[in-house]
């Protein structure tokens, strides 16, 4: 009870954070792997997707509500990223990610330095393109991100929030709701493949999904009523932490 009681109280953490900016994976992986240190990763990857899927659809459904989604740009990139993600879970099995695993804490340094220095990005709400233009870089964002999330992973939602900001020049409230479709997207392609090689603790995931779920609402709530200067301010901290987690996984720990 004391180890799901851990795991639970961290993925309502993680739904929290994952519904203002994505990157709760920095939370929930973690403590799985520090509860059960002796379980497959698959097994503890599955369990995580399987818990955070339904607090990330959650975030989707209450952004919707209160936010204009741009669905006819949204559904076909959620489609590609959907496609995307499967088709990087099948390129791990057959490439190594460890030149990626070296090279994502400066891509996500360059990231946070560019947000840094455009103070105005993803202030304000003004859409660069519209019809088919506007669904077709989406849904180029969505199946390259998507491919990403599949061979690899963190720091998928902040990427996703990024390239809407940069690309589409969605606010970062905006970015940050549609982040959550596309990524419940990817998530969706994870899970079935982990379900399918059995690689998914259906009991534990069922608890933890409720306290994502939980932490979800809050964290929506708490971006719908703060604007998109906070969810700006949240990504920042988030894609801080992720370059020194990434950093000390790529580079730091082979050498120590």
């Known amino acids: 009870m004391f180890e799901l009681l851990t795991v639970s109280v961290a993925s309502l953490l993680a739904g929290f954070v994952d519904a203002i900016v994505g990157g709760g994976g920095l939370i929930l992986v973690p403590a799985l792997f520090s509860v059960y240190p002796t379980a497959a990763p698959a097994s503890l990857f599955g369990t995580n997707k399987s818990a955070a899927i339904l607090g990330t659809a959650w975030a989707t459904a209450q952004y919707a509500k209160r936010v204009e989604?741009?669905?006819?740009?949204?559904?076909?990139?959620?489609?590609?990223?959907?496609?995307?993600?499967?088709?990087?879970?099948?390129?791990?099995?057959?490439?190594?990610a460890d030149g990626l695993r070296k090279a994502l804490p400066f891509v996500l340094l360059a990231v946070f330095l560019y947000t840094l220095a455009r103070k105005d990005l993803g202030r304000t709400h003004a859409p660069q393109y519209s019809g088919r233009t506007e669904a077709l870089l989406a849904s180029l964002v969505g199946g390259a991100v998507g491919f990403y999330d599949g061979f690899f992973g963190p720091g998928t939602g902040s990427f996703f929030v990024f390239l809407f900001v940069r690309v589409l020049g969605y606010d970062f409230l905006n970015a940050s709701a549609s982040a959550k479709l596309l990524n419940t997207a990817t998530n969706a392609a994870a899970i079935v493949l982990f379900a399918f090689k059995g690689h998914v603790w259906w009991h534990i995931a069922a608890v933890m999904a409720v306290a994502n779920i939980a932490g979800s609402l809050l964290g929506t709530r708490l971006a719908l009523r703060h604007g998109a200067g906070f969810v700006r301010g949240v990504f920042i901290v988030v894609v801080g932490l992720l370059i020194l987690k990434t950093g000390w996984d790529g580079l730091v720990r082979g050498m120590v």
């Open 69 to 96: 989604m741009r669905w006819h740009a949204l559904a076909p990139a959620a489609g590609a990223a959907l496609v995307g993600s499967f088709l990087g879970a099948w390129t791990v099995t057959l490439v190594s």
